[in-house]
Nanobody, 117 residues
């Protein structure tokens, strides 16, 4: 069974850092565009960052300069390094794997990130 398993969430103070990981299994990881999305209470799920199979990245304006997405194809894992965290970054963060517009995206179960003093 295909799986995306996130880890690394938690509670940190404003200005702190976290690194999220998403380990994929049973997919040809290297050909997928991998992304991180987040959903705060009462809000729609939004794209945070994305990295293509060739390593091109893009970020939501709200996280540019603070978050960095990376991937390790040998480990079938995508990371999200989050620095200078703000209370508004509080959300459930989801890992996403996208191949083509004709195939269903894959989603992880989500990991909670809470920023509070």
């Amino acid at each position: 069974q295909v799986q995306l398993v996130e880890s690394g969430g938690g509670l940190v103070q404003p200005g702190g850092s976290l690194r999220l990981s998403c380990a994929a299994s049973r997919i040809s990881f290297s050909i997928y565009t991998m992304g991180w999305y987040r959903q705060a209470p009462g809000k729609q799920r939004e794209l945070v960052a994305r990295i293509t199979h060739s390593g091109n990245t893009n970020y939501a304006d709200s996280v540019k300069g603070r978050f960095t997405i990376s991937r390790d194809n040998a480990k079938s894992t995508v990371y999200l390094q989050m620095n200078s965290l703000k209370p508004e970054d509080t959300a459930v963060y989801y890992c996403n794997a996208h191949f083509t517009s004709y195939t269903a995206d894959l989603w992880g179960q989500g990991t909670q990130v809470s920023i509070s003093s």
